[in-house]
């Protein structure tokens, strides 16, 4: 499966190592990720705006590393999520980034801090081969769009700081997508079930 993202980076440690980027994504169910796209094609036809390829997540966490690591990291990973629970996820309302881009507010911030801490781990992992610290989202979001031009994004700012959703799915599994030196395009390499609720 191909996964693109607006988020892609290129990263070395050592000079002459190049490491692979890694997410960790949380992705909603075709129900509600149709109600996203809905929401979408409206930016599109009022703002003309930016929007992310599909598919559209939340990103739980980020990290760079080198292609040998991957092994150890999907075992450690596998332990560690396979003992959290599954949980619901409810989006009430609409935010904006100083990135100006427009996301979905992620109601329930424990479970993500939960696999934040738990995935403590892997940050330890990945430093010890001299790796850029992961990034753990403990704050998470789903974002809508792209950057929007500045030209459009006060008044787009504007409408969505009152307009309210009820979208929600259940997070039920969790999906690692790289990205590596020579691709823009990431590619999902391993998904792990979380237990059910």
């Known amino acids: 499966m191909e ?116 995935l403590q781990v892997i940050d330890q992992y990945v430093r010890s081969y001299d790796c850029p610290p992961v990034k753990r989202y403990t704050h998470p979001y789903l974002p809508l769009t792209g950057k929007v031009a500045d030209h459009v994004f006060g008044e787009l700012e504007a409408e969505y700081a009152t307009r309210k959703t009820d979208l929600s799915f259940e997070v039920k599994e969790l999906l690692l997508v790289r990205y590596n030196h020579e691709q823009e395009k990431g590619r999902q390499i391993n998904v792990f079930h979380l237990q059910p609720a």
Not at 44 to 59: D, S
Not at 61 to 88: D, G, K, N, V, Y
């Open 3 to 118: 996964i693109h993202t607006v988020i892609s980076e290129r990263w070395t440690a050592a000079p002459g190592t190049l490491l692979n980027s890694y997410q960790l994504m949380a992705y909603p169910d075709t129900v509600t990720g149709a109600g996203i796209h809905a929401e979408q094609q409206y930016l599109v036809r009022r703002y003309q705006t930016a929007l992310l390829p599909q598919p559209t997540g939340i990103m739980v966490a980020q990290f760079m590393a080198r292609e040998e690591m991957e092994p150890t990291l999907i075992r450690w990973m596998h332990r560690i999520i396979s003992l959290q629970q599954s949980f619901r996820v409810s989006m009430a309302g609409f935010g904006a980034l100083s990135s100006k881009q427009i996301y979905l507010r992620v109601q329930e911030q424990e479970p993500f801090q939960e696999l934040a801490t738990a």
